[in-house]
């Protein structure tokens, strides 16, 4: 079992930064891949980033690459983040899941068994 805590979203201006934190509590979550969706108001849940357990592999959708980088520190068991050159369309709520996976991290929302509540972002323009 493992339990998902995010923070480090906030009110932020466009062409600001921001790192998130997805802090986890549960045994073996170094075995756990861990990914990053968001959800804005109105529109469906979408995938931004995965990170293997390892940190070997990453995946980012399409449209992620570039302004978002995700990585983690087993030891303290937290997953983050990072978000540059914000725009008001990456106003969202993000959320971090895990599952138990010791192979490439995947993109699929089902994929998923454990998820966190969400931290807000909202980028003014």
């Known amino acids: 079992q493992v339990q998902l805590v995010e923070s480090g979203g906030g009110l932020v201006q466009a062409g600001g930064s921001l790192r998130l934190s997805c802090a986890a509590s549960g045994r073996m979550f170094g075995t756990y891949a861990v990914g990053w969706f968001r959800q804005a108001p109105g529109k469906e849940r979408e995938f931004v980033a995965a990170?293997?357990?390892?940190?070997?592999?990453?995946t980012y959708a399409d449209s992620m690459k570039g302004r978002f980088t995700i990585s983690r520190d087993n030891a303290k068991n937290t997953v983050y983040l990072q978000v540059n050159s914000l725009k008001p369309e990456d106003t969202a709520v993000y959320l971090c899941?895990?599952?138990?996976?010791?192979?490439?991290?995947?993109?699929?929302?089902?994929?998923?068994?454990?998820w966190g509540q969400g931290t807000q972002v909202t980028v003014s323009s």
């Open positions: 899941a895990a599952e138990r996976n010791l192979g490439a991290p995947r993109s699929r929302i089902n994929d998923y068994d454990y």
């Open positions: 990170i293997s357990w390892s940190s070997r592999d990453t």
